[in-house]
């Protein structure tokens, strides 16, 4: 079983708001990985947590917060959007085998977040 | 810094005809290569990937690639196209031993046509 599910498909917020997105897998995945996809263009990786620790951030702006509560699931968290925020926001593991190996990452189906 | 370069940005083709996708790649070391689909609205689908070895491989929904190196290429094959193959491909890279960091290309846009 290679699936990444995530939750809420869909997502309406306005600037003022806080929300969180749910990613979740059961493959024993220890890297655990959000990114950004706008219309047309490649996904844009934003954080990477391996073995829960958060180890690349992309410079994210703080208003997007990630969290790792457990090896199997990874939220990240809205505060004060903004509308060019809005994107299809994926998430993504792979299994962990260290710094000189390469994983593939398996992809969930996403959110679609609007920001009004 | 590595990048990964799909010359073709959108391809129409015909129903059973066959497929060519590109992908050309810069880098100094040996890269670890992949092919993800993404159908309108939905994540990405490991089709195949390309670590070391046979420089032929083969992935999921008849799809192949072949690597060449010294083309720096990985292209992307099918013989025969379906209507549901209709979607966005991405090529991406990662550095050997440069874990997690993904590089995607912007991708190439499949229609398929009656």
Not at chain 1, 6 to 21: A, I, R
Not at chain 2, 3 to 23: F, M
Not at chain 2, 88 to 111: D, M, P, R
Request: a positive charge.
């Amino acid at each position: 079983d290679t699936e990444v599910t995530q939750t809420p498909k869909h997502l309406v917020m306005g600037m003022t708001n806080k929300k969180s997105l749910k990613c979740e897998q059961h493959m024993g995945h220890r890297a655990m990985y959000w990114y950004k996809q706008k219309a047309k263009k490649p996904p844009e990786l934003m954080f990477v947590y391996s073995y829960e620790k958060l180890s690349i951030n992309e410079s994210v702006p703080s208003r997007f917060s990630p969290e790792c509560p457990n090896s199997s699931l990874l939220n990240l968290h809205l505060h004060a959007l903004q509308p060019e925020d809005s994107a299809l926001y994926l998430c993504a593991s792979s299994q962990e085998r260290g710094q000189h190996s390469t994983d593939t990452q398996y992809f969930g189906p996403g959110t679609r977040l609007t920001v009004l | 810094a590595q990048s990964v370069t799909q010359p073709d940005i959108h391809i129409t083709v015909s129903e059973g005809a066959s497929l060519e996708l590109r992908c050309n790649y810069s880098y100094g070391a040996t890269p670890y290569l992949f092919w993800y689909v993404q159908s309108p609205g939905q994540g990405l689908q490991l089709l195949l990937k390309y670590f070391s070895g046979d420089t032929l491989v083969q992935g999921i929904k008849g799809f192949e690639a072949e690597f060449k190196r010294s083309q720096s290429s990985f292209n992307l094959r099918k013989p025969s196209v379906h209507w549901s193959d209709a979607a966005e491909y991405f090529c991406a890279v990662v550095l050997s031993g440069g874990y997690q960091k993904v590089t995607f290309g912007t991708g190439t846009k499949l229609q398929v046509i009656p």
